[in-house]
């Protein structure tokens, strides 16, 4: 059992930074956000496995947002900078406890979620 809670969403304009928080229990393997903006599905961000540096990012948010961990607190980061409008959508952290090789991401990969947080980005 892995409990995932998310924090540090809120609004901030074209250009603007944010850091979100994902506190964490229980054993976990690979790490993940997720985004779900408004009639569409819900997307890989990035990921980074708790044990290693390996991080993945989709070309959308590559060179704008960093993943990162702090293992002594149970908790990962995404940091996000140049934010644009269309980053606009409900952030959420994933957690796989099973051992995993690939480098592409979907939700069905992911067995433990948490609530979200918005995140909104104006023009």
């Known amino acids: 059992q892995v409990r995932l809670v998310e924090s540090g969403g809120g609004l901030v304009q074209a250009g603007g930074s944010l850091r979100l928080s994902c506190a964490a229990s229980?054993?976990?393997?690979?790490m993940a956000w997720f985004r779900q903006a408004p009639g569409k599905e819900r997307e890989f961000v990035a990921a980074?496995?708790?044990?290693?540096?390996?991080?993945n990012y989709p070309d959308s948010v590559k060179g704008r947002f960093t993943i990162s961990r702090d293992n002594a607190k149970n908790t990962v980061y995404l940091q996000m900078n140049s934010l644009k409008p269309e980053d606009t959508a409900v952030y959420y952290c994933a957690a796989r406890q099973a051992y995993y090789s690939g480098t592409i991401y979907a939700v069905g990969d992911f067995g433990s979620w948490g609530q979200g947080t918005q995140v909104t980005v104006s023009s």
């Open positions: 229980g054993r976990i393997f690979l």
């Open positions: 980074v496995r708790w044990s290693g540096s390996r991080t």
